[in-house]
């Protein structure tokens, strides 16, 4: 992803992260529509680009409700870490409960990439370590990002032999579905 600085505040640099949303509580497209909403909003984040929206089997916990996955590009000029706090403070601000790895949740708001950079903290880790092997992951990613690099092959690549059994568009029609009301 390219590494821009805006006119309007050149002091500040800007990265592209991309981000992977999902939920099975309540109205998961309502609160991810809500949660983009609220990311493009900020002075620090604008939207970029949002995937399709898709029904997606659950994966790790298998029994419980279906999720609604997307994933997103934001240009930040926050650092990792910083993003994730703002993407963690969204997710309280929804109601989001941690009670069991994989479990039940009404958002999920999960930091897969974040320019180039490869970290690995107590806090985040990124690229994200399991992104690769979730379908739920690589089909949204793959609508709006098909050749971002990730541990060195293409998206479109990863997609090729990730297990997308079951996964579905969830809505057809344009990818501003999360700007309506």
Request: aromatic letters at 6%; one cysteine or more.
């Amino acid at each position: 992803m390219r590494r821009c600085v805006l006119s309007i505040s050149p002091e500040k640099t800007f990265e592209v992260a991309a981000l992977g949303l999902g939920g099975n509580i309540g109205d998961p497209p309502s609160s991810m529509a809500e949660a983009l909403r609220q990311l493009d909003g900020r002075e620090d984040c604008r939207v970029l680009a949002v995937s399709k929206l898709y029904s997606t089997p659950p994966w790790g916990k298998t029994d419980q409700a279906d999720f609604f996955n997307c994933c997103v590009l934001v240009e930040t000029s926050l650092e990792p870490e910083d993003l994730l706090d703002v993407c963690l403070s969204i997710e309280r601000g929804m109601k989001r409960v941690r009670l069991e790895r994989w479990g039940p949740r009404t958002i999920d708001i999960d930091i897969l990439t974040y320019g180039t950079r490869e970290q690995k903290t107590e806090k985040l880790e990124v690229p994200h370590p399991r992104m690769t092997d979730r379908g739920f992951v690589m089909m949204p990613l793959a609508d709006i990002a098909p050749d971002l690099l990730v541990k060195g092959r293409k998206v479109r690549d990863w997609l090729g032999g990730a297990d997308i059994a079951g996964i579905k568009v969830a809505r057809r029609g344009s990818q501003d579905w999360w700007q309506g009301a």
